[in-house]
């Protein structure tokens, strides 16, 4: 889509603090310099903002999308930043709408068993203060210590417990969007099922801001699992590791989580933590969770996963059944991300998904690509899911011009592999936002494709709604 | 929409003939007249095509499109016409695409747990091919042994097992669609999770046909519940027993359905079935089912949920664990609308749908609605999910004038009712079609109705697929 896109000018700006008051309005270079990325891992996605606005109300959000819509402003709604696509950066400059002042809960529904809460709300404060009423959100991003609801849904989150529990959609009953026009509307809601009208919901659910602004949700919770207990189990080798997963999602128990972590990505986790996991002459290792209502019967399940991946290969089964020792593991899991950032800031952190049946044939085409392109490439992720978090890593012995070189090829490469070889799709959970919009399209058919556009023009006519994501 | 449509000319047809062949179509009034109307109960609905096609493979209705798009022809897809809303109804005539002759089975991938089908396939034929390999699709639609596939996503079906498995939705990964422009496009895929583009496969769930035409389906497989029984539980008042439902959807166990059919319903379908069931004395009963892969888990909540029944003013508490008892007491549940229907041709059927905790409000409307209008309000249906097939009978004393007056009021007062008082939805699982088109409108935003008229007019520009239905 090519727009011209209007200056801010004064007289805007002087609009834009009549609407949300002065102390919402950031115009410093230096204040301004933290919306300019999130947390994807290459500077040059990073563009400053024209100006931040943080609303306290949704009719802010509205008044301020009346303005952008008015003089075609292009306008980037930001959670916490905490993305790993360039979802939240300002390409085009503009307006920045953060989110970060709209985070209370508006009511907990314990009738209906649902919670509403504004979009800013951290994802880990909601359980927290659910906690009480032995209720809690099934979803569970890895960054849930810094993440917002608002992101979660722009992005359909998964993370840790997608394997039992589904992504962040499943769960998301009612949304409020802002539209780029500046209406405000309301979508789903507290009802198990709905044909009144097209699915806007789950439309909005995922499209990374694009079409709109969601300004609060409606969440359906479960009540909370009263026993959780974890297995770690190490392998030789990442290939005997990855392959029992397929046999875990046959056997008709369902863990809550079946998280695959190689060597190296533990090696550096625990390095960068101070932590110790037992990790000589391991290869890979699998963290699975159970959860459910009943103790005896999450032992059992415990007992027949554990018993499963002795006979395929584990070295050990090592079980954690206390929340201190549970903690730790997870936190040696959740870490890796920013470790290997540490240890190789020049990176590319992907999010590849496959058919359960494919998982094992992911890892021989890492190995190919890390061999003919001279990079390392460790690998982690939801593997009970089919979605991979491997990291191309560049070779520090090696120039950025070569890394600039080389990064494009092995992304189409394994891009082509994944969806073309295995049918699987180049996001499972971070999104296409920014870095990823050249792959979207190469790896589209064009009548899908088309569609995208079709309703990206339908939506935003202006194409001021988040540009320059998703659609090329 | 205002469309000029083209007029089906000899020389269409034979272009017609030529892609679908001569046995294909269908021509004569006589043989035309099925196709006129689904199983809404309204003979002024009723609308006959200008031609029949009965496609045998997803390249001929892509083609046959392709001509409907150049000359502007209304086409109305069609699965078994087993709908309730009237979507399948060509009410602009022009060509009726009917599903019928696509019913093969593609592929049952036991590695990935999906199945492939053809839209026309039978819903229970699908479960009957699966049953000797221990596995089943969690759709459960009342008419399963007529309805098919490619209906089910076009309403996005629920029935009898949602309050567990969740309606159709949840289990489709992939969706062939052939758009109104004639090109064949594949959403979604046999992963997990998927940010990779918007979400055209939900937005196409649930589209009654009206952004183009489902061809074929992957849907995801769970392994057989290796338990079920049934609890009948007679209550004296229909408050009563609805009023216990969500009492027992709070108390931790997700039963497989919680059903509630009033006395009435109950009594004309066991008449029209030549059935017994202890009726006396008994003002409305609950059918609730649970399942489960530990046969000693599922009895444990049998009686737990029994228990709480009896608490709560049960009359009785029924136990059928055996097949044959199980299937008895589902025929009658399953047969209410025909034997309504019997009884009372001239109804109106309704679907809607309240949040949990609301579902005892709405049978002291439908009292206040019967009272008021004269007319009798038999009701029924899935409470676990809150959608209850209130049926609204014309009194046989009243003129047909008169119920043609007073129907449309009654609707609107429901309608208002459960959305503005309830926050509920005028259709849970049935659709809106024909039938509630103007309903539809009168209770959603203007905010809300113009994204589902944008969304309509960008994926089917010329209002050539399935026009007349959802929109006004």
Redesign the interface.
């Known amino acids: 889509m090519s727009v011209t896109y209007g200056s801010l000018t004064p007289e805007i700006v002087e609009q834009l603090i009549h609407i949300v008051s002065r102390k919402n309005v950031i115009m410093t270079s230096e204040r301004m310099e933290h919306y300019s990325h999130d947390e994807t891992n290459a500077e040059e996605y990073a563009h400053m903002p024209d100006i931040v606005v943080t609303p306290e109300r949704t009719q802010q959000i509205a008044d301020v999308m009346k303005i952008a819509s008015r003089y075609t402003i292009p306008v980037t709604p930001r959670g916490a930043g905490s993305g790993l696509s360039g979802g939240a950066i300002p390409v085009y400059g503009g307006i920045v709408i953060s989110l970060e002042k709209m985070n209370r809960i508006l009511e907990i529904?314990e009738?209906?068993?649902t919670v509403s809460a504004e979009a800013g709300i951290i994802t880990n404060e909601l359980n927290e203060r659910l906690k009480s009423r032995n209720l809690f959100f099934a979803g569970y991003p890895m960054s849930l210590e810094t993440c917002v609801l608002g992101g979660n849904i722009a992005?359909?989150a998964?993370g840790g417990k997608?394997?039992k529990y589904?992504?962040t959609?499943r769960y998301v009953m009612e949304l409020e969007v802002v539209?780029p026009a500046g209406?405000?509307?309301?979508?789903g809601?507290?009802?198990?099922?709905?044909?009144?009208?097209?699915?806007?919901k789950?439309?909005y659910?995922?499209?990374?801001g694009t079409?709109g602004i969601v300004s609060s949700a409606t969440i359906r919770l479960l009540?909370l699992p009263q026993s959780t207990s974890d297995l770690l189990v190490p392998f030789r080798t990442p290939q005997e590791a990855i392959s029992v997963v397929?046999l875990i999602?046959?056997m008709?128990i369902i863990p809550t989580s079946i998280e695959f972590m190689d060597a190296s990505s533990v090696q550096m986790s625990c390095s960068n933590l101070n932590e110790s996991l037992p990790i000589e002459g391991v290869g890979a290792m699998l963290l699975i969770e159970l959860d459910g209502?009943?103790e005896a019967?999450v032992e059992q399940d415990l007992i027949t996963v554990g018993e499963l991946c002795e006979t395929h290969g584990a070295m050990e089964v090592y079980i954690a059944e206390d929340a201190h020792t549970r903690e730790r593991i997870w936190s040696v899991r959740r870490n890796i991300a920013e470790a290997i950032k540490v240890y190789s800031p020049i990176q590319s952190l992907e999010d590849i998904?496959?058919?359960?049946?494919s998982i094992p044939d992911v890892l021989p085409e890492l190995e190919r690509l890390s061999q003919r392109y001279d990079v390392s490439i460790p690998c982690y992720g939801h593997a009970g899911?089919?979605?991979l978090h491997a990291t191309i890593v560049k070779n520090p012995a090696s120039s950025m011009e070569h890394w600039h070189e080389i990064e494009p090829q092995i992304l189409s490469e394994l891009y082509r592999f994944i969806v073309g070889e295995l049918?699987?799709?180049?996001?499972?959970?971070?999104?296409?936002g920014l870095k990823?919009k050249a792959f979207?399209k190469e790896?589209?058919?064009s009548?899908?494709?088309?569609?995208?556009k079709?309703?990206?023009?339908?939506?935003d006519p202006h194409g001021i709604m988040n540009p320059g994501k998703?659609l090329i």
């Open positions: 529904d009738k209906n068993l992005e359909n998964g997608a394997v589904g992504v959609g539209t209406d405000i509307v309301h979508l809601g507290k009802v198990s099922k709905d044909v009144s009208g097209y699915d806007l789950n439309l659910i995922g499209s990374e079409l009540g397929p999602m046959k008709g209502s009943r019967q998904v496959v058919p359960i049946a899911d089919g979605n049918k699987g799709k180049i996001s499972g959970e971070h999104g296409i990823r979207l790896t589209s058919s009548e899908e494709y088309a569609l995208f079709a309703i990206k023009q339908a939506l998703i």
